[in-house]
């Protein structure tokens, strides 16, 4: 049946493993996308099949550990696979296009943005993400501080540049200092591809 196909693939990275760095090395990226993100993608397709044999069986005995991973496991694979594109060897800069005149418009200006972004991204107490989102209902960009992959997100808002604050995004270079591998994150920001989400999310 359809609902025994594997649903969620993992995309190819946009560059080699090694065309982060300086600021990423290519360890990580290896690591980070070929067993971490790949882990969320089987587990996405492997909960969906738990649930289609729940049903069949009319078994609910694990529903309540099934729906949590659904979520952990579906926004782990959003999660990486805009954090991939997110990035790029000639990334960094100042926001372009719609978006820098979006960020002027709801945070007064890259730098406010930036600020409470950073503040959001390190403090994320245990392992989370810092997330700017389109929420469509406000019309406008909100900084969100997400814990796992799915905790403390506003329903119906947008990634459009997220930053992973997990242990296993940084920690073989950058050790316990957040604030550096955040820094370095800026300098990989591809604008473009957040001015192309930001699009998609008006839409
Ligand atoms: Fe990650």
Redesign the pocket.
Known sequence: SEESMSVYTLPDLPYDYGQLEPHLIGKIVEL?HDK??AA?VSGANTTLEKLHDARTKEDFGTINQLEKSLAFHIS?HK??SI?WTNMSPDGGGEPTGAVKSQIETDFGGFAAMQKQFNAATTGVQG?G?GVLSWEPVGSKLIVQQVYD?QGEHAQGAVPIMVC?I?E??FYLQYENRKAEWVAAFWKLINWDDVNRRLTEARK
């Open positions: 980070h971490h993100h969320y782990g999660l990486h954090l392992s993400w992959h992973d997990w296993h995004a």
